[in-house]
């Protein structure tokens, strides 16, 4: 059999070209496909369901003392409760970007808020999935759904929707029954959410769902009818038991 001899030019140029080939599919091995990164992330804890973590799975939380939409957490307390900010900001999947903003709080320095609640997290939350900070001096874990939530302005705890718009109820409503109807019910227009998801210490076996005279849905809270109070026109504002005594802010302990 007749042997053929390769020129050695072009034999070292197959051989550096198998060599490039071989380096590059090692290469290609190597590479390792990231999971995408997000300022926020939605997690869901078998106790809390639904929950708000940042870019490390650290729980995120809302203070009930920021019911106009301003931090109230200065100087001390943001050694214990950091302000969460993201310059680049990105929502994971499941949550709406428009839901979060930027605020500039009274020290200068930026902060993200989520439904207009200011976002924190909790010093002692030393590892991705810790909740530590629930129901502690006014903080509550961050949820997406919530139905209800907290406001506080230093005078008690009460209730508002998940937007921070004040709930009230009327002295003269029965249990299970509302008694506002007709122009009272245009001024003082009925709560209705459901499922209800509330913070801890509420129970959702309090809110109960109604049928009005009108047909209209209603939420009851411990049996009375909510309401909303149509003057009050931005979060955070308590004007409705100025303008009629007999519905008051539905204070809860």
Known sequence: MKTIQLPSLMLSSMLLIGSLFFVACSKDDDVVSEEPTFSVELKTNNTFGKMLVDDKGKTLYFLEKDVDGTSACSGGCLNVWPIFFDETFTAGPGLEANLFATITRADGQKQTTYKGWPLYKFQQDTKAGDILGDNKNGFFLAKPDYSVFFGNKGTGRYLVDALGKTLYTFVDDLDGTSNCN??????????????????????????????????????????????????????GDVKGTLANPKFTVLSVN
């Open 182 to 235: 007709g122009g009272c019910a245009a001024v003082w227009p009925a709560f209705f959410t459901e499922p209800p998801i509330v913070p801890t210490p509420l129970k959702s076996s309090d809110f109960y769902k109604i049928t009005r005279t009108d047909s209209q849905f209603q939420v009851t809270f411990v049996k009375k009818p909510v309401y909303f109070f149509s003057k009050d026109e931005v979060r």
